[in-house]
């Protein structure tokens, strides 16, 4: 969190106001789809790209000029959306993926919050966490022409990672082992999204709640459920288990639902 003009916002959201023309842009080009004109900043989790080298001061190299790509992409609300990659247009995106194409990892895990939700109608504990192995369909690049998909091998071992987390909290009747997945989502402009069409098994952790609306105990088990499965996780690729975990756990994994906008009621 970080606070401007007496008001507090998300972390993830930047402070960082759209200028097209120190970009090298015309003068009133619409900003991406991704950034708030009324907090100022970007949602810096939407601005990757599947593409990891596009750059908009490389624009050449596509074949474009700067007024081609504000007509043809951000002016055009059909090319710019979240079906779509992001444009790199923050420093931490470029810093995240110089990282990732430096290391080149086999597995991307990534921890956010969200809501709250009960786990079934007949299993009524509060959801921990949500979890996810894919966030991004077959994408293909209006930049390059190249084209992306989740390879095979990738999608079971991010299916065999997220079950070995799910594996490692169940412990006890607890809402500490009420996991679902996350909504199903195409979101290449993410982190996660842009690594895994990039041959990268993700998984995608969403703990319950937002840090300043938990209790100090609450916040702490929570805490819990990421360093856990985590931990469980980082074993299983050290001693090579991890390929012998069943992926079918993670298909079983109850889907999203039950959505509680009040959590101390299963009102919604």
Request: no cysteine; aromatic share 10%; net charge negative.
């Amino acid at each position: 969190m970080y606070e401007r003009d007496g008001e507090w916002y998300p972390i993830r959201q930047s402070s960082q106001v759209w200028d097209p023309e120190f970009i090298g842009l015309p003068a009133g080009t619409r900003a991406p789809w991704y950034y708030s004109s009324s907090r100022q900043g970007y949602d810096l989790n939407r601005d990757s790209n599947p593409n990891l080298d596009f750059r908009i001061e490389n624009l050449a190299d596509y074949g474009l000029t700067p007024e081609q790509f504000a007509e043809d992409f951000l002016d055009d609300r059909s090319m710019n959306n979240s079906r779509y990659g992001g444009y790199y247009v923050t420093p931490e995106a470029r810093i995240i993926t110089g990282v990732y194409q430096r290391l080149q990892p086999h597995v991307y895990i990534d921890v956010h919050h969200r809501g709250f939700n009960y786990l079934t109608e007949e299993d009524i504990r509060s959801v921990s966490i949500q979890v996810a192995a894919e966030v991004a369909d077959p994408y293909d690049d209006p930049f390059s022409g190249d084209h992306y998909e989740v390879d095979a091998d990738v999608l079971e071992l991010a299916k065999q990672v997220n079950a070995v987390g799910w594996l490692a909290l169940q412990r006890g009747f607890s809402s500490y082992g009420a996991i679902q997945k996350y909504p199903t989502v195409n979101l290449p402009g993410t982190t996660l999204g842009s690594f895994a069409l990039n041959d990268t098994a993700i998984m995608l952790i969403e703990i319950k709640g937002q840090t300043q609306n938990l209790g100090q105990k609450q916040s702490g088990m929570l805490t819990q459920t990421a360093v856990v499965s985590i931990n469980e996780i980082l074993k299983a690729l050290a001693d090579g288990s991890i390929h012998d975990i069943d992926t079918t756990i993670y298909d079983d994994i109850p889907e999203s639902a039950n959505r509680m906008s009040d959590p101390t009621t299963r009102d919604e």
